[in-house]
Nanobody, 119 residues
Framework: QVQLVESGGGLVQAGGSLRLSCAAS????????VGWYRQAPGKQRELVAS???????NYADSVKGRFTISRDNAKNMAYLQMNTLKPEDTAVYYC?????????????WGQGTQVTVSS
């Protein structure tokens, strides 16, 4: 079983940048797609970006052009570079195996990392 731990959040002014990191345990990290999700207060968790094992990426329309997802399989790491942050990006951000989340077979969410964007 793979465990993922998020880090890198913080408080930033609108227009600023943050880089989130996702550290994975286990030797199978390189074979599964990774998703970055976020959950704002009072809202459902949403997928903001995903990357396949081969490096293909997808983004939610709300972050397209501002966020970049990447991965380093040799280090068992995934990243989310967030630029031109907006107050509406404020949320707790999580990483997870995207396929397992999509089919409803994932319940090992971590604590996430808080991102707060001030106006």
């Amino acid at each position: 079983q793979v465990q993922l731990v998020e880090s890198g959040g913080g408080l930033v002014q609108a227009g600023g940048s943050l880089r989130l990191s996702c550290a994975a345990s286990g030797s199978i990290f390189s074979i599964f797609a990774v998703g970055w999700y976020r959950q704002a207060p009072g809202k459902q968790r949403e997928l903001v970006a995903s990357i396949t094992s081969g490096g293909s990426t997808n983004y939610a329309d709300s972050v397209k052009g501002r966020f970049t997802i990447s991965r380093d399989n040799a280090k068992n790491m995934a990243y989310l570079q967030m630029n031109t942050l907006k107050p509406e990006d404020t949320a707790v951000y999580y990483c997870a195996p995207e396929t397992m989340v999509r089919i409803g077979h994932y319940n090992s969410w971590g604590q996430g990392t808080q991102v707060t964007v001030s106006s």
